[in-house]
Structure formats: structure tokens, C-alpha cells
């Protein structure tokens, strides 16, 4: 797997993960370069390439001059989720997706889900975008401080963390005001697919149902933007 862009690699390095080996474009070997001043300190090699070479290896065509050649992503369990939670001595903070199968939507939500202090994001293992080099690109380095847990049956894992104690909530139409609901609880936030939604068959295992107001003609938002005000409401809520 390929990380692209300065700031992913940046935070990949930062973060532990295993790279063995970075591609830069040769015109930037002879400038001061934190990129590879990150590489020489943690020993990971680095290969000068024309731009027109990176250009090739590149799968988002927005590799600003770095490529990072790493190890397939790592994924946790739902049990690693909620051991962050109890190491920071914090209410669980999760984010469940239900079928997001855009790559960017998906990269955009790790952003904001990490900028939140989310401790830990659950995807279903069929008919939903994994990592791949476009949502770690479009995460902006976000996915090397987020854990990602991925599931056989999401509702085992709504199961599982109401066994826990934890709230689970949808975010759908025709549910209480967001904005008048108590989120500052051990809480998991489930947002559904860019077409379809949440399954009825999950919103079942779900709690509750938060709604946000919506004032204009269109009756849905983006997945991500979605995601991006949920959780940014109950990270106030929990700041309060």
C-alpha cells in the first residue's frame, strides 16, 4: 500500500507505522526537507525519482512529491476501541458506519472523527469502502491516530457495545433534535450510507435516533458533513 502527500506521510512517520520505503522527487534532494530529514532519523529509505516516475506510481495524482511505500493497514478490534477509551479514562467515543463506499467521504470522516476525539471508527467488512491510498490521502495523516475496527455483522458489534454500556444512536431522519439530545454519555454515533442510509435492520439495535435540523429544501446532507456536525455536537456537549 502507497501513502501519498506530505502531511500523511508526515503523520505516518510520527505515528509508528511501518514504511520501508519513501519515494521523493530528486529536485528536492538537495533542500532542507523535513520529509527527509523524518526519514534519515527513523532510518527508512529513501529513493529519488523524476516527478514523471511518481506521477506513475502515483494512485490519487496528488502526491505533492512523496510517496510512502507501506504495509497493508493495520485494523483493531471493537475490543481495542473501547481499551482506548479506558487507558484515557474518557467516555467511549465511537463512530459506526454503515456502508460508506466513497473513499473520500470515508477519508473526510476519519479527519473529523480524529479532530473530535473520537477513540475508534467501526466498518462492516462487505459493501463499504476499506483503507486504501485515497481515504488515507484524502484523511490528511488523520488515519495514523485513528482506530479502525472492521466487522463481520455490524449489529453483533451495536451488541456488543451496548453490553458495554455504551449509547447507541443513528443519525436519520424522523428522530429526536441532535441538539436536544443528551450525547455527553458513553455514546457510538451510526451514519448511515451516502445513498441508502442506515439499514432498518440496524437502526433497530440502535438506542435512539438523532436528527439534525434541517431548514432548507434538500432533505440530506453529505455523509461526511453529516458525520462532521454529530460529532463535533457531542464533543461540546462533553467539553460543557
Not at 474518557?90 to 473526510?108: C, M, R, S, T, Y
Not at 476499506?130 to 449489529?155: P, Q, Y
Request: a positive charge.
Amino acid at each position: 500500500m502507497y501513502i501519498e502527500g506530505k502531511n500523511a506521510i508526515r503523520q505516518a512517520i510520527i505515528g509508528g507505522e511501518t514504511i520501508n520505503k519513501i519515494f521523493v522527487d530528486k529536485n528536492y534532494a538537495t533542500r532542507k526537507d523535513e520529509i527527509i530529514s523524518l526519514a534519515s532519523q527513523n532510518k527508512i529509505k529513501i529513493e529519488f525519482l523524476p516527478k514523471v516516475a511518481l506521477d506513475k506510481r502515483s494512485k490519487t495524482a496528488h502526491h505533492q512529491g512523496y510517496i510512502a511505500e507501506t504495509v497493508d493497514f493495520k485494523y483493531s478490534t471493537v475490543e481495542d476501541i473501547l481499551k482506548i477509551a479506558q487507558d484515557k479514562k474518557e467516555k467511549p467515543f465511537i463512530v459506526v458506519l454503515d456502508g460508506i463506499e466513497d473513499p473520500h467521504n470515508f477519508g473526510a470522516i476519519i479527519r473529523s472523527c480524529e479532530c473530535a476525539g473520537v477513540h475508534g471508527i467501526i466498518i462492516p467488512k462487505d459493501r463499504a469502502c476499506n483503507v486504501n491510498e485515497t481515504v488515507i490521502r484524502t484523511s490528511t495523516g488523520a488515519i495514523a491516530e485513528m482506530a479502525i475496527a472492521k466487522v463481520v455483522n455490524l449489529k453483533q458489534a451495536i451488541e456488543q457495545l451496548k453490553k458495554a454500556d455504551v449509547w447507541v444512536f443513528a443519525a436519520e431522519i424522523n428522530g429526536n433534535d441532535i441538539y436536544r439530545q443528551n450525547l455527553n454519555l458513553p455514546i457510538a454515533i451510526v451514519i448511515g450510507s451516502e445513498g441508502f442510509g442506515i439499514k432498518k435492520s440496524v437502526i433497530a439495535c440502535c438506542d435512539g435516533v438523532v436528527t439534525l435540523p434541517l431548514m432548507g429544501k434538500v432533505n440530506s446532507l453529505n455523509a461526511s458533513v453529516a458525520c462532521g456536525i454529530v460529532v463535533f455536537e457531542a464533543l461540546r456537549q462533553r467539553l460543557k
